[in-house]
């Protein structure tokens, strides 16, 4: 299963790729991954000095990860305004209100398990330990084609 990675960095940067790491799977929400583990090509693999944290991740249906919801599974789950939910109710229509999140709402939301399995298409990554040579020097590919849309 190939995996679309999206690395995202203090400055608020994003920077994705795809790849197909089997030794992601059985991972949870906030271990940590090493660079090596993420089965790179070669023209990734100044990334192998790098340590991530697993943040979110989500199926090809869109459902998130949480990770107070054990397994891989999807299940359904009461929430409040909080991760997997942020729309308001239909009950709630389209009428003005003074805060957006009425208080007191919770609704039931279909969210997956916490652990990483084939079916789960994005795994987004945060950087723990930064490796030898930057981000922005190893995605130059990205980098210029913000510049020619811009």
């Given at each position: 299963?190939?995996?679309?990675?999206?690395?995202?960095?203090?400055?608020?940067?994003?920077?994705?790729?795809?790849?197909?790491?089997?030794?992601?799977?059985?991972?949870?929400?906030?271990?940590?991954?090493?660079?090596?583990?993420?089965?790179?090509?070669?023209?990734?693999?100044?990334?192998?000095?790098y340590e991530f944290?697993?943040?979110?991740?989500?199926?090809?249906?869109?459902?998130?990860?949480?990770?107070?919801?054990?397994?891989?599974?999807?299940?359904?789950?009461?929430?409040?305004?909080?991760?997997?939910?942020?729309?308001?109710?239909?009950?709630?229509?389209?009428?003005?209100?003074?805060?957006?999140?009425?208080?007191?709402?919770?609704?039931?939301?279909?969210?997956?398990?916490?652990?990483?399995?084939?079916?789960?298409?994005?795994?987004?990554?945060?950087?723990?330990?930064?490796?030898?040579?930057?981000?922005?020097?190893?995605?130059?590919?990205?980098?210029?084609?913000?510049?020619?849309?811009?």
């Amino acid at each position: 299963m190939v995996f679309k990675i999206n690395i995202g960095t203090k400055t608020g940067k994003t920077y994705k790729f795809e790849t197909e790491a089997k030794s992601v799977e059985g991972k949870e929400l906030h271990q940590k991954i090493l660079g090596k583990e993420l089965g790179l090509n070669q023209e990734l693999k100044n990334l192998e000095d790098y340590e991530f944290e697993i943040t979110g991740a989500s199926d090809r249906s869109g459902f998130t990860a949480l990770e107070s919801v054990p397994g891989t599974g999807l299940k359904g789950v009461l929430l409040s305004y909080e991760k997997g939910m942020k729309k308001r109710s239909r009950r709630e229509g389209k009428k003005k209100r003074s805060s957006y999140t009425p208080k007191g709402l919770r609704l039931r939301k279909t969210v997956r398990g916490k652990v990483i399995s084939s079916e789960i298409v994005q795994i987004n990554l945060k950087i723990i330990k930064e490796g030898k040579k930057p981000l922005n020097e190893i995605f130059v590919s990205q980098i210029k084609e913000e510049i020619k849309k811009e």
